[in-house]
């Protein structure tokens, strides 16, 4: 599971849009799309806003020890 997804399972998991999800993490809508949908890779700083929001660490958010996914 990437990154993203687990922001949208977390997010989804507490039954939130991501609307609601980037404005109790103070980051733009179109960030927090891009980032679920995978097409950018959200910075630490975004993480610590993101995990803040959803109420958890976030090194669970984190793809840590992960094999590399193939393309």
């Not at 991501?18 to 980032?35: C, D, F, P, S, W």
């Not at 984190?62 to 590399?68: H, I, L, M």
Request: net charge positive; proline share 6%; aromatic share 2%.
């Amino acid at each position: 599971m990437t990154t993203g997804e687990r922001i949208k399972s977390m997010r989804e998991r507490k039954v939130w849009g991501q609307a609601e999800l980037a404005r109790e993490a103070g980051i733009a809508v179109n960030t927090l799309y891009r980032i679920e949908a995978g097409l950018n890779r959200p910075r630490p700083s975004t993480i610590r806003k993101i995990a803040k929001a959803l109420g958890m660490p976030p090194g669970e958010l984190v793809n840590s020890g992960q094999a590399k996914e193939s393309d």
